[in-house]
């Protein structure tokens, strides 16, 4: 013997797991997505670790001064020649009387909210990151601007 089958109720059923199902399968292909969007985002931090450390080595080969900020204005790297000046990676070499002075100038852009648009070591306005010289250079590299791209 059989049991009465309402026809309404078997279709909400079918409906019900159909709907399931469909939903099953959106849920994959989104997890799949992102999983690749996470092995992505893994790639790309190793690529960014990779050409950081290059473009440190690079700060690290110059012959003059140079650091970098971090997104909040702090110091988070020096290369070897910052320390013939300073004492420390938190406190900034004396400037020459010419350029201007580092954490004056770190300090305006803070306020205005600007901390990678400093004005050029040589005073002549132009936006960029500056490696302000110190004092006791040859008067030749006393200008010398880095400026990051």
């Known amino acids: 013997m059989t049991k009465p089958v309402d026809p309404e109720i078997l279709l909400l059923k079918v409906k019900t797991f159909y709907n ?60 070897v020649k910052w320390y013939e000046y300073s004492d420390s990676e938190k406190h900034f070499p004396e400037t020459h009387p010419d350029d201007f002075n580092i954490t004056e ?26 490696a302000t010289i110190c004092s006791g250079l040859h008067p030749y590299m006393r200008k010398t601007v880095l400026k990051t791209g």
């Not at 989104?30 to 790639?43: D, I, N």
């Not at 909210?113 to 400093?118: G, M, N, R």
Request: with cysteine.
């Open 105 to 130: 100038e770190l300090e305006r852009c803070r306020k205005k909210k600007e901390p990678s648009k400093w004005k050029s070591g040589s005073k002549t306005g132009k936006p960029g990151i500056t």
């Open 20 to 79: 399931l199902q469909e939903q099953n399968i959106a849920m994959k292909k989104t997890q799949q997505s992102l999983e690749l969007e996470v092995k992505g985002r893994r790639e790309s931090q190793v690529t960014l670790k990779s050409q950081i450390d290059h473009f440190h080595l690079m700060l690290e080969s110059l012959p003059q001064i140079a650091f970098t900020l971090n997104e909040n204005g702090i110091v988070d790297f020096v290369n």
